[in-house]
């Protein structure tokens, strides 16, 4: 496969203050819209069912009906509103969901929600059919909280002892830190403001992106500090193969984010959105944080 074709960018002309103001900037945004969720929802992310606990149910219209209607009748079945309608247009089949807080404190259960559905409208002519009913306690999903969380924490700290094990110098050791930690907290922000759910799949998104972090920066520190050829010459060669990468993985996740948003696949098309994000949030990072670090390393710092 040929490699794409990635321009040569003067570095020269822009100095480290230039280049690390923008990831930092965006970093900082990222973190404020964190800490404001935290503030108003009690948490940095916006929780799905995994983690919070709930039922879901999938139900079918037995009649055909415009969407819109049906959303409506959904609305007006329950005793309590649902948090989240989505519509499968490949079954034609509509995932309702209940988050755990609000069917305990309206004291409903997950029978209740069935019922509602199998006898709204005519009883002997039910107008939906449950196809089937889901449901998670709230003990479970904190568990299941905390569980993620570590998970992430324990990939986090065991790829940093690995970076610094690997180059024993601080700067260029730090400089994938930062890199990795901005490429996970800027599409968890990006998430909340999309309405994006935090679940388990993508938990699993955001660790991949630990590894996609760390193998892009790793790829510019080793050609920069232990192969020949002067900074730019070797900055170029790094970027030649970590450009190609990462826009073909872009490219790749976009197109399976578009089938799984028109085939109504929603995990997936999550997933496939917070690694487009991350994805290019670590382009940014990896040429412009990392590198600026680097450069400021190289000609400024302890290696002058």
């Known amino acids: 496969m040929d490699a794409i074709e990635v321009p040569e960018i003067d570095y020269t002309r822009y100095t480290n203050r230039q280049l690390v103001t923008i990831p930092l900037a965006v970093l900082a945004v990222a973190l404020l819209v964190i800490a404001g969720w935290y503030v108003a929802f009690g948490a940095p992310a916006n929780l799905g069912l995994d983690f919070t606990g709930g039922t879901e149910l999938r139900i079918t219209p037995t009649a055909g009906q415009d969407q819109a209607d049906v959303r409506d009748q959904i609305d007006e079945m329950f005793a309590v509103e649902p948090d989240q309608i989505r519509h499968v247009a490949a079954d034609d089949v509509y995932v309702v969901t209940f988050k755990a807080t609000k069917l305990q ?6 029978g209740e929600l069935e019922s509602s559905v199998r006898n709204y409208g005519d009883a002997d002519e039910p107008i939906y059919d449950v196809k089937s009913v889901d449901s998670v306690s709230a003990n479970f999903g904190q ?3 905390l569980l993620a969380i570590g998970g992430i924490g324990v990939a986090f700290v065991g790829m940093s002892v690995l970076v610094f094990a690997m180059f024993r110098t601080f700067v260029p050791s730090i400089a994938v830190v930062i890199s990795a930690f901005s490429d996970i907290v800027i599409p968890v922000a990006v998430m909340n403001l999309l309405g994006i759910e935090m679940s388990l799949g ?10 996609y972090s760390v193998d892009s920066d790793i790829l510019l520190n080793n050609h920069i500090l232990r192969r020949s050829g002067d900074f730019y010459e070797s900055t170029y060669r ?6 190609t ?13 578009i089938v799984a948003t028109i ?34 390393y190289k000609f400024e710092g302890v290696a002058r």
């Open 105 to 110: 404190a309206n004291d409903i259960g997950s």
């Open 143 to 145: 568990d299941t909280q």
């Open 202 to 211: 993508t938990v699993a998104a955001l660790l991949m992106l630990i590894g």
């Open 238 to 243: 790094a970027m030649q193969t970590g450009v």
């Open 245 to 257: 990468m990462t826009i073909t993985s872009i490219s790749a996740m976009t197109v399976m984010t």
């Open 263 to 296: 085939f109504g696949i929603g995990l997936l098309s999550a997933i496939g959105t917070v690694l487009v994000i991350g994805l290019a949030a670590d382009l940014m990072n990896t040429y412009m944080l990392n590198l600026s670090l680097l450069r400021w």
